[in-house]
């Protein structure tokens, strides 16, 4: 079991930064795959990044060049790394693992945590 927890949510203007974090509990977090997921009211989740457990990465092509994925595994702790934000970044964002197969920023995942909102302005 896994328990997830994002913060580092705000708003911010057009090509601004923030940086997300996701806390994890239990003991075999470095071996899971973990991704950072968005949705907007009204639409589908949609898959921003993953990490795997050997440090590997994928990104939608929507944010490539722009975000960086990355974990602490000392600290049980997942970052997301938001560069250059424009208002279609806009949306919940939530954390997510996975235990077994492959690591892409595509469900389905197991473990989800509550979200945090990324507002971007014009």
């Known amino acids: 079991q896994v328990q997830l927890v994002e913060s580092g949510g705000g708003s911010v203007q057009a090509g601004g930064s923030l940086r997300l974090s996701c806390t994890a509990s239990g003991s075999r977090y470095s071996t899971f795959c973990m991704g950072w997921f968005r949705q907007v009211p009204g639409k589908e989740r949609e898959g921003v990044a993953a990490i795997a457990r050997d440090g590997s990465t994928s990104f939608a092509d929507s944010v490539k060049g722009r975000f960086t994925i990355s974990k602490d595994n000392a600290k049980n702790t997942l970052y997301l790394q938001m560069n250059s934000l424009k208002p279609e970044d806009t949306g919940m964002y939530y954390c997510?693992?996975?235990?077994?197969?492959?690591?892409?920023?595509?469900?389905?995942?197991?473990?989800w945590g509550q979200g945090t909102q990324v507002t971007v302005s014009s």
């Open positions: 997510a693992a996975r235990a077994a197969g492959y690591c892409y920023p595509r469900e389905p995942y197991s473990y």
